[in-house]
């Protein structure tokens, strides 16, 4: 697979330095960091928003959540909110998980966060689960004309250490064109299995309380 020729050309005609990403089928921007071995700092999250009655692309890094009140007044509306996925096909006129980063092929302005401009390149969506962009942060601004925020907090998804260590093993593997150990594979899942255990555990005393 390759990106959409509408995005090629858009690219091209605007002599963007970029790379095509063709990867395994992803559907979280975890599971993107993991497949083409990024940091969740270097995985665009985008997101399409309504405010009062206009719609706008927002992107964000992903390992960072969407601040709707700061998002609000960046954008000084009245009301926001995040539409049903229905909605978006039906606005859009596109088919679930068909929404790129690149606001300007969907019509819609394009808010990023200023954390963004912290890396220096990063992976964008190119509107399929398959493929992806990888361009510098700041050409991408540019060429989406996109107005910087403050719009994003802490708090997003955080890749425990224990596998941190474990991924930079498999990127050494893949690095030097070795099949990561089955041992590496087990520990993997192994930690994941355990923080997602010790995070329900947390979440259900809360609960109780």
Do not use: C, W
């Amino acid at each position: 697979m390759s990106i959409s020729k509408t995005l090629k050309n858009y690219l091209d005609k605007n002599k963007i330095d970029y790379e095509e990403l063709a990867h395994k089928t992803v559907y979280t921007a975890y599971d993107a960091a993991q497949t083409l071995k990024k940091e969740l700092k270097e995985i665009a999250k985008n997101l399409l928003i309504q405010a009062d009655k206009t719609y706008v692309l927002v992107v964000i890094p992903a390992d960072k959540r969407l601040h709707l009140e700061k998002l609000k007044k960046a954008l000084s509306a009245k009301k926001i909110s995040i539409p049903k996925e229905q909605i978006m096909v039906k606005i859009l006129k596109i088919k679930p998980g068909a929404l790129s980063s690149f606001g300007k092929l969907h019509k819609l302005e394009t808010i990023v966060d200023k954390t963004m401009l912290q890396t220096k390149k990063a992976v964008l969506s190119a509107g399929s689960f398959t493929d992806s962009v990888f361009m510098k942060v700041k050409d991408f601004v540019q060429l989406e004309e996109a107005k910087l925020a403050d719009i994003a907090m802490g708090g997003g998804y955080k890749v425990p250490k224990p596998v941190k260590k474990i991924m930079r093993k498999v990127k050494k593997a893949v690095t030097k064109k070795k099949p990561a150990k089955k041992s590496v594979k087990k520990a993997v899942k192994k930690v994941i299995k355990k923080a997602v255990k010790k995070t329900v555990k947390k979440v259900t005393k809360k609960k109780k309380k």
